[in-house]
Protein backbone atom coordinates (compact mmCIF):
# COMPACT_ATOMS: atom_id res chain seq x y z
CA UNK A 1 0.00 0.00 0.00
CA UNK A 2 1.46 3.35 -0.80
CA UNK A 3 0.66 4.80 2.55
CA UNK A 4 2.83 2.49 4.27
CA UNK A 5 6.81 3.41 5.26
CA UNK A 6 9.52 0.71 5.94
CA UNK A 7 12.12 2.23 7.90
CA UNK A 8 15.30 0.40 9.48
CA UNK A 9 16.00 0.94 12.86
CA UNK A 10 16.51 -0.45 16.62
CA UNK A 11 13.83 -0.91 19.05
CA UNK A 12 15.16 2.14 21.81
CA UNK A 13 12.49 1.71 24.71
CA UNK A 14 9.34 -0.79 24.78
CA UNK A 15 6.30 0.73 27.01
CA UNK A 16 3.42 -1.65 27.81
CA UNK A 17 -0.07 -0.12 27.29
CA UNK A 18 -3.47 -1.38 28.24
CA UNK A 19 -3.48 -4.87 28.08
CA UNK A 20 -2.22 -5.68 25.03
CA UNK A 21 -0.20 -3.09 22.87
CA UNK A 22 3.11 -1.21 23.57
CA UNK A 23 4.54 2.21 22.35
CA UNK A 24 7.82 1.53 20.80
CA UNK A 25 10.73 4.79 20.49
CA UNK A 26 12.50 3.37 17.50
CA UNK A 27 15.77 5.08 16.38
CA UNK A 28 15.82 4.64 12.62
CA UNK A 29 17.89 5.10 9.86
CA UNK A 30 15.89 7.32 7.83
CA UNK A 31 13.62 9.56 10.25
CA UNK A 32 15.79 9.37 13.41
CA UNK A 33 13.46 8.94 16.04
CA UNK A 34 9.95 7.82 15.96
CA UNK A 35 7.06 6.93 18.38
CA UNK A 36 5.24 4.20 16.68
CA UNK A 37 2.24 2.18 18.60
CA UNK A 38 2.17 -1.76 17.83
CA UNK A 39 -1.18 -2.97 18.16
CA UNK A 40 -1.93 -6.50 19.88
CA UNK A 41 1.43 -7.24 20.22
CA UNK A 42 1.22 -8.87 24.02
CA UNK A 43 -1.41 -11.19 22.86
CA UNK A 44 -0.27 -14.98 22.82
CA UNK A 45 0.99 -15.60 19.11
CA UNK A 46 0.85 -12.21 17.78
CA UNK A 47 3.78 -12.16 14.64
CA UNK A 48 4.63 -8.52 16.07
CA UNK A 49 5.95 -9.61 20.03
CA UNK A 50 9.64 -10.64 18.65
CA UNK A 51 10.01 -7.20 17.27
CA UNK A 52 8.58 -5.17 20.02
CA UNK A 53 11.33 -5.81 22.29
CA UNK A 54 14.06 -3.55 23.48
CA UNK A 55 17.24 -3.74 21.41
CA UNK A 56 15.45 -5.60 17.93
CA UNK A 57 17.10 -4.13 14.76
CA UNK A 58 14.44 -4.60 11.93
CA UNK A 59 12.98 -3.28 9.08
CA UNK A 60 9.65 -1.88 10.45
CA UNK A 61 6.79 -1.20 7.83
CA UNK A 62 4.20 1.52 9.33
CA UNK A 63 1.46 2.83 9.08
CA UNK A 64 1.96 6.59 9.12
CA UNK A 65 -0.76 9.02 10.79
CA UNK A 66 -1.57 11.03 13.90
CA UNK A 67 -0.16 8.13 15.61
CA UNK A 68 2.05 5.76 13.88
CA UNK A 69 1.03 2.08 13.45
CA UNK A 70 3.50 -0.79 13.37
CA UNK A 71 2.15 -3.25 10.56
CA UNK A 72 4.62 -5.58 10.62
CA UNK A 73 8.60 -6.31 10.74
CA UNK A 74 11.34 -8.33 9.48
CA UNK A 75 14.10 -8.44 11.72
CA UNK A 76 17.78 -8.10 11.26
CA UNK A 77 18.54 -8.92 14.82
CA UNK A 78 17.17 -9.94 17.90
CA UNK A 79 20.37 -9.79 20.42
CA UNK A 80 17.81 -11.95 22.67
CA UNK A 81 20.88 -13.44 24.47
CA UNK A 82 20.81 -9.62 26.21
CA UNK A 83 18.06 -10.11 29.05
CA UNK A 84 20.27 -12.96 30.04
CA UNK A 85 23.41 -11.17 31.34
CA UNK A 86 22.26 -8.25 33.38
CA UNK A 87 25.38 -6.38 33.49
CA UNK A 88 25.11 -6.33 29.16
CA UNK A 89 21.58 -5.61 29.32
CA UNK A 90 22.23 -2.30 31.93
CA UNK A 91 24.49 -1.07 29.78
CA UNK A 92 22.74 -1.99 26.32
CA UNK A 93 19.69 0.44 27.83
CA UNK A 94 22.24 3.13 28.66
CA UNK A 95 23.42 3.22 25.18
CA UNK A 96 19.97 3.24 23.91
CA UNK A 97 19.14 6.43 26.22
CA UNK A 98 22.50 8.00 25.99
CA UNK A 99 21.82 7.79 21.64
CA UNK A 100 18.09 8.70 22.64
CA UNK A 101 19.03 11.87 23.83
CA UNK A 102 20.73 13.10 20.70
CA UNK A 103 18.60 11.69 18.31
CA UNK A 104 15.66 14.01 17.35
CA UNK A 105 12.78 13.22 14.86
CA UNK A 106 13.43 13.07 11.10
CA UNK A 107 17.37 13.16 11.62
CA UNK A 108 19.11 10.95 9.40
CA UNK A 109 20.65 8.56 11.75
CA UNK A 110 22.63 5.74 9.98
CA UNK A 111 25.79 6.40 12.16
CA UNK A 112 24.18 6.50 15.17
CA UNK A 113 22.59 2.80 13.96
CA UNK A 114 25.41 1.79 13.07
CA UNK A 115 27.33 2.26 16.16
CA UNK A 116 24.82 1.06 18.80
CA UNK A 117 24.60 -2.04 16.82
CA UNK A 118 28.25 -2.57 16.86
CA UNK A 119 28.10 -1.26 20.88
CA UNK A 120 25.54 -4.10 21.57
CA UNK A 121 27.96 -6.65 19.48
CA UNK A 122 30.76 -5.67 21.88
CA UNK A 123 28.93 -6.23 24.54
CA UNK A 124 28.02 -9.66 24.19
CA UNK A 125 31.24 -10.59 21.82
CA UNK A 126 33.09 -14.13 23.65
CA UNK A 127 36.45 -12.60 23.53
CA UNK A 128 35.09 -9.42 24.75
CA UNK A 129 36.41 -5.89 25.18
CA UNK A 130 36.42 -4.55 28.62
CA UNK A 131 33.00 -3.06 28.86
CA UNK A 132 33.61 0.21 30.55
CA UNK A 133 35.91 0.63 27.38
CA UNK A 134 32.84 -0.40 25.31
CA UNK A 135 31.32 2.15 27.06
CA UNK A 136 33.45 4.90 26.64
CA UNK A 137 33.92 4.18 22.91
CA UNK A 138 30.30 4.13 22.62
CA UNK A 139 30.03 7.33 24.19
CA UNK A 140 32.77 9.21 22.78
CA UNK A 141 31.90 8.35 19.53
CA UNK A 142 27.83 9.45 20.02
CA UNK A 143 29.07 12.90 21.41
CA UNK A 144 31.32 13.55 17.89
CA UNK A 145 27.67 11.90 15.83
CA UNK A 146 25.48 14.64 18.25
CA UNK A 147 27.53 17.41 17.10
CA UNK A 148 29.42 18.34 20.27
CA UNK A 149 32.76 15.89 20.09
CA UNK A 150 35.69 17.75 21.77
CA UNK A 151 38.48 19.63 19.84
CA UNK A 152 41.29 17.75 19.57
CA UNK A 153 42.33 17.02 16.01
CA UNK A 154 44.94 20.52 16.28
CA UNK A 155 45.76 23.16 18.82
CA UNK A 156 42.52 25.67 18.93
CA UNK A 157 45.24 29.01 19.18
CA UNK A 158 47.35 28.23 16.12
CA UNK A 159 46.29 25.56 14.11
CA UNK A 160 48.91 23.17 14.70
CA UNK A 161 48.88 19.17 15.02
CA UNK A 162 50.11 18.07 18.03
CA UNK A 163 50.54 15.02 19.43
CA UNK A 164 50.10 15.77 23.17
CA UNK A 165 48.50 18.98 24.43
CA UNK A 166 45.96 20.70 27.29
CA UNK A 167 42.53 20.07 27.05
CA UNK A 168 40.24 23.28 28.56
CA UNK A 169 37.19 21.75 29.37
CA UNK A 170 35.77 25.34 29.57
CA UNK A 171 36.80 25.86 26.32
CA UNK A 172 36.34 22.44 24.68
CA UNK A 173 39.57 22.66 22.65
CA UNK A 174 43.48 21.18 22.99
CA UNK A 175 45.71 23.74 23.21
CA UNK A 176 49.88 23.05 22.35
CA UNK A 177 53.07 23.64 24.40
CA UNK A 178 53.85 26.67 23.07
CA UNK A 179 50.57 28.11 23.02
CA UNK A 180 49.93 27.07 26.61
CA UNK A 181 53.23 28.67 27.95
CA UNK A 182 53.23 29.65 31.68
CA UNK A 183 49.38 28.93 31.59
CA UNK A 184 48.71 26.64 34.76
CA UNK A 185 45.43 25.24 33.68
CA UNK A 186 44.34 22.74 31.23
CA UNK A 187 44.00 18.53 31.63
CA UNK A 188 47.17 17.22 30.34
CA UNK A 189 46.62 14.57 27.53
CA UNK A 190 49.70 12.57 26.65
CA UNK A 191 50.66 11.00 23.14
CA UNK A 192 48.39 7.33 24.02
CA UNK A 193 45.76 9.51 26.15
CA UNK A 194 45.46 11.91 22.54
CA UNK A 195 45.72 9.10 20.54
CA UNK A 196 43.22 6.80 21.92
CA UNK A 197 40.71 9.81 21.58
CA UNK A 198 41.37 10.65 18.31
CA UNK A 199 40.93 6.78 17.43
CA UNK A 200 37.52 6.90 19.43
CA UNK A 201 36.40 10.41 17.84
CA UNK A 202 37.61 9.17 14.22
CA UNK A 203 37.93 5.31 13.01
CA UNK A 204 35.72 4.05 10.47
CA UNK A 205 33.37 2.44 13.04
CA UNK A 206 33.89 -1.21 12.24
CA UNK A 207 37.47 -0.81 13.92
CA UNK A 208 35.66 0.75 16.57
CA UNK A 209 35.56 -1.54 19.07
CA UNK A 210 38.22 -3.98 19.95
CA UNK A 211 41.42 -2.07 21.78
CA UNK A 212 42.78 -2.53 25.19
CA UNK A 213 44.95 0.71 27.20
CA UNK A 214 47.21 0.13 30.02
CA UNK A 215 45.62 0.92 33.28
CA UNK A 216 47.37 4.09 33.56
CA UNK A 217 45.61 5.23 30.08
CA UNK A 218 42.62 4.07 30.56
CA UNK A 219 41.68 5.66 33.77
CA UNK A 220 43.11 9.24 32.44
CA UNK A 221 40.59 8.71 29.25
CA UNK A 222 37.56 7.09 31.58
CA UNK A 223 38.18 10.71 33.39
CA UNK A 224 38.63 12.93 30.61
CA UNK A 225 35.15 11.59 29.01
CA UNK A 226 33.85 11.87 32.48
CA UNK A 227 34.37 15.39 32.51
CA UNK A 228 33.42 16.19 28.97
CA UNK A 229 30.20 14.52 29.03
CA UNK A 230 29.59 17.04 32.68
CA UNK A 231 30.08 19.91 30.65
CA UNK A 232 28.46 18.98 27.56
CA UNK A 233 25.14 16.77 28.19
CA UNK A 234 22.41 18.96 30.00
CA UNK A 235 20.00 16.33 31.42
CA UNK A 236 16.71 17.19 31.91
CA UNK A 237 14.44 15.58 34.53
CA UNK A 238 13.43 12.12 33.44
CA UNK A 239 15.61 11.95 30.69
CA UNK A 240 19.16 10.13 29.99
CA UNK A 241 19.31 8.00 33.33
CA UNK A 242 22.91 7.14 34.19
CA UNK A 243 24.35 4.04 33.74
CA UNK A 244 24.58 3.76 37.35
CA UNK A 245 20.80 4.94 38.29
CA UNK A 246 19.80 2.31 35.28
CA UNK A 247 21.88 -0.77 37.13
CA UNK A 248 20.61 1.03 40.78
CA UNK A 249 23.63 -0.75 42.01
CA UNK A 250 26.08 1.72 41.43
CA UNK A 251 28.93 -0.78 40.86
CA UNK A 252 30.22 -0.51 37.61
ZN1 LIG B 1 49.25 26.09 19.49
Request: net charge neutral; glycine share 8%; with cysteine.
Amino acid sequence: MSDERIVSGVVAKSTPVGESDRMLELITKERGKITVFARGCRRPRSPLVAYTRPFCFAEFTIIPGSSNHLKSAKSICFFEDLPLDYEAYIYASYFMEFASYFVLEEMESTDVLNLLYLALKALTAKNKMPRKLVRFAFEMRMLVLGGVGPYIHECMECGKSCDEGWFYHSRGGLVCKECRGADSGGDYLGKTELFTLRYVCAAPLPELFGFTLSSEVEAKVLEFCEAYKRRNIERRPGQFPSLEELSNLGSF
